[in-house]
């Protein structure tokens, strides 16, 4: 099959570029890199199924066609740059979305969105079921992200309704592994990053917020059954495995074999409380769930940010065994 990528250069979309490669597929791969990067595909760029092209989905473009389907990822997803980035981030859900549907619509190819756990804001509902309407402050710090996924959630719906498109939504939660930013400010690459240094985890607020934390693979996993399913309404893809921000930071101590201290700073607005997926819905539709356990993965990703930091900077911490 011939796919159309968004953000395909991108933490998650580069993981399903290899996964949709290995399985015999073509891909046209779009990504403007304002977060995504050149290395996290570059092992394909002479792949003769495999094509990337530097565009902003969000403005006018043209790919040439015709496509089996059309995956749309581009966006920023950590709360550092989409706050740092909010018309961007406001733009990529919007006519980014829209520009994508069209496509699909061009070509009557399957669509799939990647949504997001932050749909439900500060959830009131634990843990969170895809029928849950969510607590977002529309005009908080945060909603430029969360409104921009609810906006691209109700076009998808509106282009399946009045369309008969073939849409997907998922709803993914946090997630991790190989191929994040170093420097993107989410908990994982920020704690790894501060214990391979020997420098203090900055922890936000008292850190006994919580989060749920799915590796990458799982992830992917799950995208691609949900793409070959016939559901239309959102789908939670997440790890079920709720820690606080505090028994996290305990995880990578100890997997890093650092001993940095802890260092609380404010918490920023509108943090969601607690966050953990309910996936009755993905293992009974989809018979997914995740296998790779939170030790493992984080074993993997730690081997990542390894060889990726300068070795003058990383401490003389011991490595994972
Ligand atoms: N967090 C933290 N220290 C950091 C970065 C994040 O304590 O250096 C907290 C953040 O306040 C949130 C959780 O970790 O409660 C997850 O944050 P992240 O930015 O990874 O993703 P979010 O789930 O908020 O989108």
């Known amino acids: 099959m011939r ?8 933490f998650i979309g580069s993981h399903l570029c290899d996964v949709l490669i290995d399985a015999g597929h073509s891909i046209v791969a779009l990504d403007n890199l304002i977060t995504g990067s050149h290395r996290n595909v570059e092992h394909l760029e002479r792949h003769p199924r495999f094509e990337l092209r530097l565009v902003d989905v969000s403005r006018d473009f043209s790919v040439p066609g015709p ?3 059309v995956w749309h990822l581009a966006s920023l997803a950590s709360p550092k740059d989409y706050l740092d980035h909010p018309i961007e ?6 006519s980014g979305t829209r520009n994508l549907l069209e496509i699909a619509r061009r070509d009557n190819a399957s ?6 756990s932050e749909c439900y804001g500060d ?6 079921v895809e029928t849950y309407w969510g607590n977002v402050n529309p005009v908080g710090p945060r909603s430029c992200y969360d409104e921009s996924k609810r906006y691209a959630e109700a076009l998808t719906m509106a282009y399946h309704r009045v369309h008969g498109l073939k849409t997907h939504i998922a709803r993914i939660f946090n997630t991790y592994g190989p191929r994040m930013q170093l420097n993107d400010g989410r908990v994982v690459p920020a704690f790894l990053d501060q214990a391979l240094r020997g420098e203090p985890l900055t922890v936000f607020g008292d850190g006994k917020q ?6 990458v693979s799982d992830l992917v996993d799950g995208l691609c059954r949900l793409m070959e399913s016939g559901e239309r309404y959102p789908v939670n893809l997440g790890n079920p495995l709720e820690l606080t921000i505090l028994e996290f930071a305990e995880h990578i101590r100890r997997l890093t074999g650092s001993n940095v201290p802890l260092l609380h700073c404010p918490l920023p607005q509108d943090d ?3 966050r953990q997926p309910d996936i009755s819905k993905a293992r009974q539709l ?14 993997r990703t730690i081997e990542y940010f390894r060889g990726r930091l300068d070795p003058a900077l990383v401490s003389a911490t011991a490595p994972p065994s």
């Open 3 to 10: 796919f159309l990528i968004s953000g395909a250069a991108g």
């Open 67 to 69: 496509f089996d389907g």
């Open 89 to 94: 981030t406001l733009e990529s859900g919007s």
């Open 111 to 116: 669509f799939l969105l990647t949504s997001t």
């Open 123 to 128: 959830p009131q509902v634990h843990p969170q």
């Open 210 to 215: 919580t989060r749920s934390f799915c590796y």
């Open 272 to 274: 969601p409380r607690q």
């Open 286 to 299: 989809l018979g997914w769930f995740p296998r790779v356990e939170l030790e493992d993965g984080l074993r």
